[in-house]
């Protein structure tokens, strides 16, 4: 298992962009090489939604259409660090931001057993 802390988020203004940040620590933190990492959303009153996922080497899992093109994932293995570079912001992308690992390179939730307690994002217009 590993520990993840999200922070970036906050206020920002349609059209903006914010970079969120995961941070690993404790054990299983001292390295990601063995983690595919994804970041998901959940809205108010909605299910928690897949955003982005990266394999532990840094190819791409995957992006959510609504995302794609204006979110970018990336990582730093030696920083136990992944990043979620967020432009071109609307107010559908306001929500709870959740960083995620696992061992499965997967877009499915189920797929990802350790989970940061989220940061918020807010896009108003």
């Known amino acids: 298992q590993v520990q993840l802390d999200e922070s970036g988020g906050g206020l920002v203004q349609a059209g903006g962009s914010l970079r969120l940040s995961c941070a690993a620590s404790?054990?299983?933190?001292?390295?990601?090489?063995?983690?595919?990492m994804g970041w998901f959303r959940q809205a108010p009153g909605k299910e928690r939604e897949f955003v982005v996922a990266?394999?532990?080497?840094?190819?791409?899992?995957g992006y959510a259409d609504s995302v794609k093109g204006r979110f970018t994932i990336s990582r730093d293995n030696a920083k136990n660090t992944v990043h979620l570079q967020m432009n071109s912001l609307k107010p559908e992308d306001t929500a709870v931001y959740y960083c995620?690992?696992?061992?499965?390179?997967?877009?499915?939730?189920?797929?990802?057993?350790?989970w940061g307690q989220g940061t918020q994002v807010t896009v108003f217009s």
């Open positions: 995620a690992a696992g061992q499965i390179a997967t877009m499915k939730e189920a797929g990802f057993d350790s």
């Open positions: 990266i394999t532990w080497n840094g190819g791409t899992i």
């Open positions: 404790g054990r299983s933190g001292r390295t990601l090489r063995r983690y595919n």
